[in-house]
């Protein structure tokens, strides 16, 4: 599951409606400046810039409220058509909805951040209980149940590949994600938020269960950097946890 910023599908499209909405609004105020005060006209641009924000995209948001500031001059204070103004109180509501636009941008890329990290949290929670299932299923092979976790581990981490490999069956490599969720390299700590996953050899995730160890899921992220959180990582030793349940089980 990756976690890069949002990209709009219609992002050049998304920036250009930022730049005029706010300008055909304000032309459109324009008519009924003498007869309405300008905070009034202020609020509705926020308006605009929430609308805006709210696709996730923090530069369309930032257009937005910059061109509201802008034509918010240009049009509704006075001298009009000029980007001078001389009310104490229209240069107040300018400098407010230019700050009020900035902060409402923020906040609404902060609540879709939120909401995407529920969105991951769920998914991680549906591998979870998807994988306990199948453990409680008593005919399901051991093999189906270790590449079903490996695809599960794949998409979690969003490595390149995760396999199982029954122990003793190889050399074991440098690194090593733990069983409290650090990762180390060589007996060394890794500092996987700055550095990312280890992609010079492959990362062991033993698969124990009573003091016994069953195997291990070997990981491979080689061809790019990938930094999962704490919670990810923590995600993926519970799953392997439970596989070293299952398999227990079925030696005894």
């Known amino acids: ?9 219609h992002r050049a499209t998304l920036l250009l409606a930022a730049a005029i909405a706010p300008l055909a ?4 105020l324009a008519a009924f400046r003498d007869s309405a005060p300008a905070a009034p006209a202020a609020l509705v641009l926020v308006l605009v810039v929430v609308v805006v924000a709210a696709t996730g995209v923090r530069l369309a948001g930032f257009i937005a409220a910059l061109s509201s500031g802008l034509w918010f001059d240009f049009f509704l204070t006075s001298p009009y058509q000029s980007l001078k103004i001389t009310n104490r109180a229209d240069i107040e509501t300018a400098v407010l909805l230019l700050v009020v636009g900035a902060a409402v941008t923020e906040i609404a890329l902060w609540g ?14 549906d591998g979870v209980f998807g994988t306990a299932d199948i453990v409680t299923v008593q005919h399901g092979s051991p093999s189906a149940l270790t590449k079903h976790v490996s695809r599960q581990i794949v998409e979690i981490l969003d490595i390149d590949a995760c396999r199982f490999e029954a122990k003793g069956a190889s050399r074991r490599p440098t690194a090593s994600l733990d069983h409290d969720g650090s990762v180390t390299q060589s007996g060394r700590p890794v500092d996987v938020d700055r550095h990312g996953l280890p992609t010079e050899d492959l990362i062991a995730l033993d698969v124990q269960h009573g003091g016994a160890s069953y195997g291990r899921f070997l990981l491979t992220s080689s061809t790019r950097m990938v930094r999962p959180s704490l919670e990810q990582r923590r995600v993926v030793v519970l799953l392997a946890e439970q596989v070293g349940a299952a398999l227990a089980s079925a030696v005894d």
């Open 1 to 9: 599951m990756r976690t890069e910023a949002i990209v709009h599908p």
């Open 25 to 28: 609004l304000c032309a459109g």
């Open 112 to 125: 879709r951040r939120q909401q995407a990290r529920a969105s991951r949290r769920a998914g991680y929670l």
